[in-house]
């Protein structure tokens, strides 16, 4: 959770003047709001529109120190239209801040203005869990019941709650660099009620049947192709930009690999290392019975993050404030 400020949170929005009445939305009304629950349905709408929605690849784009990042992702259906801003300014956490945060501004598409701009940098983690929870729904099996998380930053345990909603998660087993950090997750973890402990990540792969990676990765990938368990579904988020990598290039003659949006993933996520010819099967195709799930012995799900995702999850924390746009 983001630190608190002297701002609580309230049930109101604020209104600021002018033609389209734009309501301002703070990072603490968000984050007191969002839940699991409301954020997976939101995912699953989304990616149900996705059939007639105009989704067009990010843009990333560095601020005045080229470390500090932002991206932009705009997208438009029949009922939502607007865009998503993320920002990673690495050295927040010296203000006491975190370093992701996000900023949705959906339009008023009846004057083509701005109607409203929330800050939703918890509700973020929740709705990134919540695109990896669907995907593991629709392509897991059914009795997934280990889970292994690389990566023990500031999306781990989102992802470890979400897809725990989705499978009957037993086991979690917790992957991190520094032996330290993953053994403090997994303290976390296990006092939220999982059954959860450090491992190798050869470990982990010959136990799981779920996988999540939320490292933010280079090279080499996080563990070897060979590793892996036939029936494993991979979930996969740290590699966001070109030369990045979180997975072995072998692992994709096993697998069938899927994505949110093909142009943005072989762009600048997982899928702009996979070979030529592979086939990338949208998530929500799968969702509306346009393609099956599964067809080869391990899935990956390349989860790069779609602009709508964020426009559906708007509206859907205004309802809960009884605030129609």
């Known amino acids: 959770m983001p630190p608190s400020t002297d701002c609580p949170p309230g049930p109101s929005a604020d209104r600021l003047p002018g033609p389209s009445g734009l309501l301002y939305i703070t990072e ?78 959906p339009f008023d598409q009846t004057i083509g203005r701005i109607a ?72 976390q973890l296990a006092a939220e009620g999982h059954d959860a402990q450090s491992v190798s990540a050869e470990e982990a792969c010959a136990q799981a049947n779920v996988t999540a990676t939320t490292a933010r990765a280079d090279t080499p990938p996080l563990f070897e192709a060979g590793w892996v368990r036939p029936g494993t579904q991979v979930s996969r988020m740290g590699a966001d930009a070109r030369g990045k990598r979180e997975l072995p290039s072998e692992l994709f003659a096993r697998a069938r690999v899927f994505c949110d949006l093909p142009q943005q993933a072989r762009r600048m996520d997982e899928s702009q290392h996979v070979p030529q010819g592979t086939v990338l099967t949208v998530l929500g195709a799968v969702l509306t019975g346009r393609a099956p799930a599964r067809g080869g012995d391990i899935t990956v799900f390349d989860n790069s993050g779609i602009g709508l995702q964020d426009l559906y999850l708007g509206p859907a924390l205004l309802k809960k404030m009884d605030i129609t746009l």
Do not use: C, M
Request: zero cysteines.
């Open 28 to 105: 603490q009304q968000t984050a007191a709001l969002v839940d699991e629950s409301l954020v997976f349905d939101a995912a699953r709408a989304a990616f149900d529109a996705t059939v007639d929605a105009a989704v067009l690849p990010g843009l990333v784009v560095h601020g005045s120190d080229p470390r500090s990042q932002f991206n932009l992702k705009p997208s438009g259906s029949v009922t939502h239209a607007g865009v998503k801003i993320g920002t990673f300014w690495p050295d927040n956490p010296v203000q006491g801040l975190p370093r992701h945060h996000s900023t949705l501004l």
């Open 116 to 187: 409203a701009v929330l800050e939703a940098g918890t509700a973020n983690a929740y709705r990134t869990a919540a695109t990896d929870a669907l995907a593991v729904d629709l392509l897991a099996r059914t009795d997934a019941a280990t889970l292994a998380v690389f990566g023990t930053g500031h999306q781990a345990a989102y992802e470890v709650r979400a897809v725990s909603r989705v499978r009957p998660i037993s086991t979690v087993l917790v992957v991190g660099r520094d032996k330290d950090h993953a053994g403090r997750l997994a303290a």
